[in-house]
């Protein structure tokens, strides 16, 4: 009796122009981790690697005000798309491609096509590591990603309370089913130091270290609640780029050394 053959392996390649792809997701909106993703891709810009950013939040992009970008990206053949330029990285985003008072009213199917759109059509040129800021949650957009693209590594943000830590756990399961490596977790807002010098653990202490060391999982690192961290966002200037040697510029800087000795060759 033949032996059925053994299902057809599908190789997954990095994004045309790039070497590397690391996805940072959260599972849980509101923990501040379109900031990190921005921050921590000029992080590793500062340790010498050339970065690409990808927005994947499709209902809710950040990176046209994160890093200030007004301009439409343009199409030489009306097939790709040319990604925006902003202190020396190449970035996209849904958000620069509609107006941005217009809401994205879409079903599974056209999120899916834009989402191949932005990973297949965009021109990256060059990139040694891409950022893909994932919106919350676990469903099309992270699921397209991890079967169409070769994913070096994902790090999980969370704050420390324990409402947004049961959505890290699902989010953990979920990169474990996929066989996507998880290369840490991010402790965010873990602390706040007032005009009296204390420091505040607003949103508790140490539920993201003990949720890292449950799955076994590398603990990358805490990030405090920091005004300059908010004002540079605002202004569309990150930290990390626009003051490398601020307090919080080198706790990225750290977190990205950790990251970087996960990337081939880099």
């Known amino acids: ?17 790039t ?5 940072i997701s959260s599972a849980k909106g509101g923990v501040g981790k379109s900031t990190i993703a921005v921050n921590l891709a000029f992080a590793l810009q500062h340790l010498g690697l050339k970065i690409g950013i990808l927005d994947a ?24 798309i040319m990604p925006l330029e902003k202190f020396e990285a190449q970035c996209m ?33 060059d990139r040694d590591v891409i950022i893909i800021d994932m919106p919350p949650g676990t469903g099309d957009t992270q699921l397209t990603f991890v079967q169409e693209v070769k994913i070096d590594g994902a790090i999980i943000v969370s704050t420390p309370q ?10 953990i399961q979920m990169f474990e089913k996929t066989g996507v490596k998880i290369l840490g977790l991010i402790d965010n807002m873990s602390t706040f130091k007032g005009d009296d010098g204390k420091e505040y ?45 601020h307090e919080i510029s080198k706790l990225f ?9 996960y990337l081939p060759d880099l």
């Open 162 to 171: 324990d409402l947004a830590l049961l959505d890290v756990k699902r989010g």
């Open 93 to 125: 985003s849904m958000g620069l491609l509609i107006d941005e008072q217009t809401p994205m009213m879409w079903r599974g199917p056209m999120v899916i096509s834009a989402i191949k759109t932005m990973v297949q059509k965009v021109l990256w040129k």
């Open 19 to 23: 070497k590397s792809t690391i996805m």
């Open 1 to 17: 009796m033949s032996q059925k053959p053994p299902p057809k392996q599908f190789i997954k390649s990095p994004i045309e122009g």
């Open 57 to 80: 939040d499709v209902y809710g992009p950040s990176l046209p005000k994160l890093l200030n970008l007004k301009e439409k990206p343009k199409s030489e053949d009306n097939k790709t």
């Open 201 to 245: 653990k607003i949103f508790g202490e140490g539920g993201v270290k003990k949720t890292a060391t449950e799955f076994n999982k590398e603990f990358l690192g805490h990030l405090p609640l920091n005004q300059d961290l908010r004002t540079s966002a605002d202004n569309g200037e990150p930290l990390t780029y626009l003051n490398p040697e």
């Open 253 to 261: 800087k750290d977190i990205a050394g950790k990251i970087k000795k």
